[in-house]
C-alpha cells in the first residue's frame, strides 16, 4: 500500500514539473513570437548621436554631507580614502555614527587612521521617549557625543513614520517632547540632517500613472499609501516644517531636497520661509536631471543653502553626479531606471555655484574641516 502511495506521488510530482515545464516554454515562445518584455527588461540605446562626457572625479574637492558607512569601527579607512580621493572627495559626513560603544569605535578607528577625513553624526532612540529619563539621558548622549567630535544630529525618516511609543502610538516629528533636542543642537551649533517622510509617489496608487510604480514592484515594502498603518505624506511634512518654525535658532538641513526636488517652486517657498534651513541633493538627482533649464536656476539662486549628498555609497554613481552637475550633456541614463526611466541632461553649473554645493555651504557648517583638503 505505502509502495503504491508512493508511486502516485512521484508520478503527481512528476506530471506537476512536466505541466511547469511546457507552461514555462510556452510562455516564452508567445513572449518572443510577439516581442513582448518587461520595463525591466526593455533597455533600448539611443541612436541620437550627443556629447557624452564621462567625469570620474569632481571639478573641485567637495564634502559629502550625506553619507553612510555602517561598518565604520571596522572599517579599512586606508581603502575609503583612497576611493574618495579618486572621486575628489575631500570629507565624508558619516551620519550612522549611532552612540554608545558602537559611536566610540567609529571615532577611535577615525581618530587613528583618518582624523582630516571622516565626520560623524549621533542617531538617538525616539522610540524610548516615554521613560521617565528620556530627556535628561538624550541630551546627555548628545552633548557627549559633541564633546568626543560628534559634529551633528541625524534623525532617520522611522520618526514621524514607524516609531511608536510605548502604548503603540504613532511619535509625530514635532512632538513636543522632542523639543529640547532640538534647541540643544542650536545650542551646541550642530546642525540636524533630518529625513522625514518618503517620496510622496509612494503614498499614491499604484496604477500606470505612478512614476515610482517599478520601484514600489521591486522593493513592495516601499509602499505607504495604507492608512491604516501610515499617516499621509502631507501629516508628516508640516510635521517637520512645525519644528523649523518652532526652532529658528537651530539650523536644520532637510534631506532629500524635502522631497521636493520635483517641486521647485514649492522647494523656493519652502527656504525663502525657513532661514534657518538648508537642504542636500542626495538620491533626487535624477529629478534636477530631467529639468535641466529650472533646476539650474533654481541652484544659481539658491547657491548659498544647497550641499552636495550621495545617500548610499558607491563609487561609479558619483560620476552621474558629477556630469549632471558639471556639464552640458544630453539625454544620458541615470544609474538605477526604478529611480528614473527617463533621461538626465547636464545642468552646467558655473564655478559660482559648483564651489558653494561642492565645499563652501558644507564649510559654514563645519568650519573644523581641514582647509588645506580643499585646495
Known amino acids: ?150 559634529i551633528g544630529l541625524k534623525v532617520y525618516k522611522s520618526l514621524g513614520l514607524t516609531d511608536m511609543d510605548s502604548s503603540g502610538n504613532r511619535i509625530k516629528v514635532n512632538d513636543p517632547r522632542l523639543d529640547p533636542i532640538w534647541s540643544l543642537c542650536g545650542k551646541l551649533n550642530i546642525p540636524v540632517l533630518i529625513h522625514s517622510g518618503e517620496p510622496e509617489a509612494f503614498w499614491l496608487d499604484k496604477d500606470k500613472y505612478n512614476e515610482r510604480w517599478l520601484e514600489l514592484r521591486q522593493k513592495p515594502s516601499r509602499y505607504r499609501g495604507d492608512s491604516s498603518k501610515y499617516p499621509s505624506f502631507e501629516t508628516i511634512i508640516s510635521e517637520q516644517h512645525d519644528i523649523f518654525r518652532k526652532h529658528p535658532g537651530t539650523t536644520f538641513i532637510n534631506a532629500h531636497m524635502g522631497w521636493m526636488a520635483n517641486d521647485l517652486d514649492a522647494l523656493s517657498d519652502h527656504l525663502d520661509k525657513y532661514k534657518n534651513v538648508m537642504t542636500e541633493i542626495g538620491a533626487v538627482l535624477a529629478e534636477l536631471g530631467r529639468q535641466p533649464k529650472r533646476a539650474r536656476n533654481f541652484l544659481i539662486k539658491y547657491k548659498n543653502r544647497i550641499l552636495f549628498g550621495k545617500d548610499s555609497y558607491n563609487v561609479s554613481e558619483y560620476y552621474t553626479y558629477f556630469r549632471v552637475l558639471e556639464t552640458d550633456d544630453e539625454y544620458f541614463d541615470y544609474y538605477r531606471k526604478r529611480h528614473a526611466h527617463w533621461k538626465m541632461y547636464g545642468l552646467s553649473l558655473p564655478d559660482s555655484v559648483l564651489k558653494p554645493l561642492y565645499f563652501e555651504n558644507a564649510l559654514k557648517l563645519f568650519p573644523n574641516i581641514d582647509k588645506n583638503l580643499l585646495k
Request: aromatic share 12%; charged share 20%.
Open 1 to 150: 500500500m505505502i509502495w503504491i502511495t508512493l508511486k502516485n506521488l512521484i508520478k503527481t510530482v512528476l506530471f506537476i514539473l512536466i505541466v511547469t515545464a511546457i507552461t514555462y516554454f510556452s510562455v516564452s515562445y508567445i513572449q518572443i513570437k510577439h516581442n513582448l518584455m518587461d520595463i525591466e527588461d526593455y533597455s533600448p540605446i539611443s541612436t541620437l548621436n550627443v556629447n557624452e562626457t564621462l567625469l570620474k572625479k569632481s571639478k573641485y574637492p567637495f564634502i559629502d554631507v550625506h553619507n553612510h558607512q555602517f561598518d565604520m569601527p571596522i572599517k579599512n579607512l586606508d581603502d575609503l580614502v583612497s576611493e574618495m580621493d579618486g572621486l575628489n572627495m575631500a570629507f565624508m559626513v558619516n551620519l550612522s555614527g549611532f552612540r554608545g560603544l558602537y559611536l566610540e569605535k567609529s571615532l577611535k578607528n577615525i581618530n587613528e587612521f583618518a582624523p582630516t577625513r571622516f565626520g560623524l553624526f549621533v542617531n538617538i532612540d525616539f522610540e524610548k521617549i516615554d521613560e521617565s529619563d528620556f530627556q535628561s539621558n538624550t541630551t546627555k548622549i548628545i552633548q557627549d557625543a559633541v564633546n568626543a567630535g560628534v
